[in-house]
């Protein structure tokens, strides 16, 4: 991990989503999604009537000042919330009304999740952290370990393959939970601010192996503030209060970061 990735270049500017290959049905689909915490005075809607279809191959990323609904959009996109009002489908399977049982065995085989505070297991070593969600999706032990070795090698871990968290920095830390998100044949990629604890150069190499997945045919979401790592994604999708203000492609997320573009017609 010691050259520095070049961003793919940009496409032409467009207000619109690229479009899907033929016969293709969206990884992930959120249709009129809404999720209110509290009720009376203390109601807080955290989001507004959200739809979003992310396609095979592609990475959204998704922007907005703090409180705007992104890791609340991010948490039901991966089954770990239910919205008030709406559907979710992943992969065909609508989490509004699957059993839990059901949605546990599809982020186990289907979801990696990338976390702001890493949820690492303090009494797992790093390889066996990796590899805990192939063993629960049924992988032989000997297997998970191989793949989660795999993982963590592309992450430029692999030394620190059998140290415990607490042995490890919060940029290592950071990448071992990434190395477990993109562990195994990974269908739906979300990532909550995952460059957070990481310095430039190796973010940038962590968001040129999340573009690589999504390449191969995965689709993505990235949460993030910086638009110099929404520049790997196909697309910006804006919040602000729980709405999506703006779909584009990443050419504009700068000047709607800082207020001096405005959202598309």
């Known amino acids: 991990m010691s050259s520095r990735p070049t961003p793919p270049a940009p496409r032409e500017p467009s207000a619109a989503p690229p479009a899907k290959s033929a016969g293709s049905a969206p990884v992930l689909r959120l249709e009129g999604l809404t999720r209110v915490h509290g009720s009376g005075a203390t109601e807080v809607h955290a989001l507004r009537g959200i739809d979003l279809d ?18 609340t959009l991010l948490t039901i996109a991966g089954g770990l ?11 065909g399977t609508d989490l509004t009304t699957a059993a839990r049982k059901d949605i546990a065995a599809l982020r186990r085989r289907s979801i990696g999740y990338v976390f702001q505070d890493y949820n690492l297991i303090p009494a797992l070593t790093a390889v066996e952290n990796v590899a805990l969600p192939r063993e629960l999706d049924g992988s032989g032990a000997r297997k998970a370990r191989r793949e989660a070795l795999a993982s963590l090698e592309e992450m430029g871990l692999g030394h620190l393959a059998d140290r415990f968290p607490d042995e490890m920095s919060g940029g290592q830390q950071q990448r071992v939970a ?9 269908r739906l990629v979300l990532a909550d601010e995952p460059t957070g604890a990481l ?8 968001l040129a192996l999340l573009r690589s997945r999504c390449d191969a045919g995965a689709a993505g979401i990235l949460v993030t503030h910086e638009p110099r790592f929404a520049a790997w994604a196909d697309r910006v999708v804006f919040l602000r209060d729980g709405s999506v203000v703006d779909m584009t492609l990443r050419s504009s997320a700068d000047s709607l970061l800082t207020g001096t573009g405005g959202a598309a017609q």
Do not use: F, W
Request: proline share 7%; no cysteine; hydrophobic share 35%.
């Open 81 to 91: 919330d239910l919205p008030t009002s709406g559907r979710v489908i992943v992969e």
């Open 178 to 186: 990434i190395a477990r998100a993109l562990v195994g044949d990974r």
């Open 199 to 206: 310095d430039s150069e190796t973010g940038d190499s962590v």
């Open 54 to 71: 992310v396609n095979p191959g592609e990475l959204v990323a998704v922007m907005g000042p703090s409180g705007s609904g992104k890791s």
